[in-house]
């Protein structure tokens, strides 16, 4: 955890997207990568999901070296056993329980779990986690986190869901004690342009780093 929560710290944000094409999905994250980007949470949200992953892994190493690229809506044992097997980087769930948890520790799975209540987050903490994606991130507002932080030391916080893909925005959730933000839609549209999509997050990185 520690090497992919520093980098998900440095990074600010993590970009998260699905796509059934398995070219476009390799394409946009080639747009971002291109952009500095360097951790990647591909969702398992259609048909064709697994299959993409594996295959987005398969060429990662030698394509895009030094990409952390995992997977997020993994909902059960059995959909975590398959990214584990196919070595996602780290698996992401949109809820949190503690048979999944334990799952995740007695196979050596680095699962980054969503919480939405500090009961939730309680989970994650007592067995030791060091990150939890706050999921729906808009339904809970900029002050949730600085609000629930102080009763979990230690505990670093992704808010996920409805996030403007704007340095307002994002630097809002950063001062209100987010270590990053994940950023779907607003980043990343259905009608997604490569170059547009590296010269966005290439300036929203440059900005994040300067403020």
């Known amino acids: 955890m520690s090497e992919i929560?520093?980098?998900i710290k440095e990074q600010k944000i993590v970009p998260l997207f699905y796509n059934e094409s398995f070219e476009v999905s390799k394409n946009i994250i080639n747009a971002l990568y291109k952009a500095g980007i360097r951790v990647i949470e591909y969702t398992n949200?259609?048909?064709?999901?697994?299959?993409?992953?594996t295959k987005l892994k398969e060429i990662s190493h030698t394509e895009f070296p030094g990409l952390l690229l995992g997977?997020?809506?993994?909902?059960?044992?059995q959909e975590m056993y398959d990214y584990a097997k196919v070595k996602a980087d780290f698996i992401i769930t949109p809820v949190i329980s503690e048979a999944l948890v334990k799952h995740a520790l007695e196979k050596n799975i680095l699962l980054i779990p969503g919480c939405f209540t500090p009961s939730d987050v309680n989970i994650a903490y007592q067995n030791g986690l060091k990150l939890v994606k706050i999921f729906p991130a808009d339904a809970l507002g900029r002050n949730y986190i600085k609000s629930i932080q102080p009763v979990f030391p230690g505990m670093n916080f992704m808010p996920t869901g409805g996030i403007n893909a704007a340095l307002e925005d994002i630097k809002e959730w950063l001062n209100g004690g987010a270590a990053?933000?994940?950023?779907?839609?607003?980043?990343?549209?259905?009608?997604?342009?490569?170059?547009e999509l590296t010269l966005k997050t290439k300036n929203l990185l440059q900005q994040l780093n300067h403020n």
């Open 5 to 7: 929560l520093q980098k």
């Open 45 to 53: 949200r259609g048909h064709q999901a697994l299959e993409n992953f």
């Open 71 to 77: 997977i997020g809506t993994v909902k059960n044992r």
């Open 180 to 195: 990053a933000a994940g950023l779907g839609s607003s980043l990343i549209g259905k009608d997604v342009n490569e170059e």
